[in-house]
């Protein structure tokens, strides 16, 4: 006897939004029921894994490779499927939102693709979760524009000048919670980004010469990639798409999976693209995972863990090297600089770094490298056309001088810098700013010429919580303590009362954020993700 068809959903506690329709159409949620009666039973099973893995980690404060798959590692041969033409060259990557404005620029940019963001640089509000869909719609049906306030428009380059779009859907751990089942479960978040465009623009992008190329974020094991990689291959028979159309580049930012790269590649080998090299959501699962490891695992002030550090330059030539190995693209970190308009010395200091860290990629072997600004992409294409001339990447580099044991990707211990003061402070500055924006649904956020998203509050609010209970004494004297930290967010939620002025504080979030940035900085238990808390605070 077949399986019963799964219920349809139910739109909850959502005001309709104009054209909506268009998204969810009754053969589009009828997708998102089936995906979700398949694979959210294991999203849950391997969510409850997280937390035995994290338990383990408490108890030994180590981790190392897995010896069940080191057959997959030992393999020479095996390779991931070639990449499609659309992906063969992404020397430059912009990363950003999928509001109007944004998708306009970011396929205008020059950059060779896109990072169409539903995660990190996007607060999941109904309206952001289903105009972002709109707007990709539209983007590619060539019936997007937009008029600024003053009265500026935007319009389309032509086809062959825009950037391929790589769409990156929220992770495992968040919910639709405005998408129910008959017995009022949510839809997984990742499920909806996922299924929504993959339904509505899989036949769009093939006809475009091109196919639904995703990012996958906060993967923690090669179990979870197994669980990807059954979604698409159900989603691609569903619909009748040819196998392996959909391709997928996996961000490596948590700590678990540095230890599983070859593996990660291996579970989606007809569907993968690449590896990412991140940096924030990097660190925030070091602490998250190392917390209670002992004064070993205490990170210094997070502008000062760059890329050069030991333990971050073992994870980012492993990248390099385990991509390669099998035919995968290496792509390098984000350059997070928002130009100024009005100070063209800081501009000046600030792409000299932009081009020194691209310089380093591009010379480590990295295929390729993320900026959030259009005016940072001539910097980073410079970078990687001086190595790369006209090769689309450099994947014959085997980077085989690269060994990098278990112990040396978690050497915290070898950094010379430590906590300071001020790096509290601006842990807290960044953290209530960041939050406040979230919390008016603006995901992408520049604080203090810097474009912040969700990784960088995580990594702000562990490190604050990591000072505390590891009870760090600053260079001033200063111990990290509850106190001190409520005493600075104070000072700082009144700096910005006088910055902003009273009508627009009284008009924005900002008590709440103050208030849930201490509350995951400082609660004993420590949220897994601050965008939990945080979701429920979300109109």
Excluded at 423 to 449: D, K, P, S, T
Aim: charged share 25%.
């Amino acid at each position: 006897m077949s399986a019963p068809a799964p219920s349809p959903l139910a739109i909850v506690d959502a005001e309709p939004l104009e054209r909506q329709g268009e998204v969810l159409t009754d053969a589009a949620l009828a997708f998102l029921a089936e995906l979700h009666h398949r694979f959210t039973p294991r999203r849950d099973e391997l969510l409850a894994r997280r937390a035995e893995r994290r338990a383990e980690i408490a108890r030994t404060s180590t981790l190392d490779f897995l010896p069940e798959t080191a057959h997959i590692r030992d393999d020479p041969d095996w390779r991931v499927a070639p990449a499609p033409p659309a992906l063969e060259d992404r020397r430059v990557e912009i990363t950003g939102p999928t509001d109007r404005k944004m998708t306009i620029n970011a396929l205008n940019s020059g950059a060779k693709v896109w990072l169409a963001d539903f995660e990190d640089a996007s607060a999941p509000t109904w309206a952001n979760v289903i105009g972002g869909q709109l707007n990709l719609i539209d983007a590619y049906e060539r019936r997007i524009d937009f008029t600024s306030p003053e009265g500026k428009s935007y319009a389309l380059r032509p086809d062959d000048a825009l950037a391929t779009v790589v769409t990156r859907p929220r992770g495992w751990h968040l919910d639709e919670r405005h998408l129910r089942s008959a017995d009022g479960r949510p839809v997984p978040g990742a499920l909806v980004d996922f299924g929504l465009y993959f339904f509505h623009n899989a036949r769009r992008l093939l006809t475009r010469g091109q196919g639904p190329y995703f990012y996958l974020p906060k993967t923690e094991s090669h179990l979870e990639a197994r669980l990807w990689n059954d979604v698409f291959v159900f989603a691609q028979d569903h619909l009748s798409i040819p196998q392996g159309t959909i391709r997928a580049t996996v961000l490596i930012e948590t700590i678990t999976a540095a230890y599983e790269m070859d593996e990660i590649l291996y579970e989606l080998r007809d569907h993968a693209s690449g590896l990412n090299a991140g940096r924030w959501d990097y660190l925030f699962s070091i602490v998250k995972n190392f917390r209670d490891g002992g004064p070993g695992f205490v990170l210094p002030d997070r502008n000062a863990v760059t890329m050069t550090a030991p333990f971050m330059r073992a994870y980012t030539e492993l990248l390099v090297r385990t991509c390669h190995k099998r035919g995968a693209h290496a792509i390098g970190g984000m350059a997070a600089f928002i130009p100024s308009r009005r100070d063209p010395e800081v501009n000046a200091v600030a792409f000299d770094k932009v081009k020194a860290d691209k310089d380093r990629e591009a010379g480590d072997g990295f295929d390729g490298s993320w900026v959030a600004h259009p005016d940072l992409v001539p910097v980073a294409r410079a970078s990687f056309d001086a190595v790369l001339g006209d090769r689309p990447h450099q994947k014959e580099r085997l980077r085989e001088d690269v060994q990098v044991t278990a112990a040396e990707l978690i050497d915290i211990a070898s950094l010379d810098a430590t906590p300071t003061h001020q790096g509290l402070r601006n842990a807290v500055q960044v953290g209530i700013r960041y939050i406040e924006a979230w919390l008016r649904g603006l995901g992408a956020v520049a604080i203090f010429n810097l474009m912040e998203d969700a990784a960088t509050a995580e990594i702000s609010r562990s490190q604050i919580w990591q000072w505390v209970n590891a009870g760090i004494v600053f260079e001033n004297g200063e111990k990290a303590t509850a106190d001190r930290v409520r005493k600075v967010a104070a000072e700082e939620l009144a700096a910005i009362r006088e910055e902003v002025g009273e009508d627009a504080f009284a008009a924005g979030r900002w008590s709440q954020a103050h208030d849930l940035l201490l509350k995951v900085a400082l609660d004993e238990d420590y949220a897994e993700f601050l965008t939990l808390p945080a979701y429920e605070l979300l109109d």
